[in-house]
């Protein structure tokens, strides 16, 4: 891809033991988490525990760019 950057799709919903923050540096990025959408825009944040069910992805056809912190306690 063009920049050298590595493009990550997820496909299913994911948990496992451990913690993530989620900070958005370009676009718009809706994570599902439990039964709920959240809108996350460039600036916005996000704190977790991966062991709730969630899944991430693009809330458009436009790219996006998170910096994605994950601790995993395993």
Same mark, same amino acid.
């Given at each position: #891809?063009?920049? !050298? !950057? &590595?493009? /990550?799709? =997820? ?5 496992? $033991?451990? @913690? @993530?923050? /989620? %900070?958005v +540096?370009? !676009? @718009?990025?809706?994570?599902?988490? @439990?039964?709920?959408?959240? /809108? +996350?825009?460039? !600036?916005?944040?996000? %704190? %977790?525990? #991966? ?7 693009? &809330?458009?056809?436009?790219?996006? =760019?998170i =910096?994605a912190?994950?601790? $995993? #306690? &395993?």
């Amino acid at each position: #891809s063009e920049g !050298g !950057g &590595n493009q /990550i799709t =997820l496909k299913k919903i994911t948990a496992f $033991n451990g @913690e @993530e923050f /989620i %900070y958005v +540096l370009d !676009g @718009e990025v809706k994570i599902a988490i @439990e039964n709920e959408d959240i /809108i +996350l825009n460039i !600036g916005d944040t996000i %704190y %977790y525990h #991966s062991t709730v069910p969630h899944f991430i992805t693009t &809330n458009t056809d436009e790219p996006a =760019l998170i =910096l994605a912190v994950i601790y $995993n #306690s &395993n």
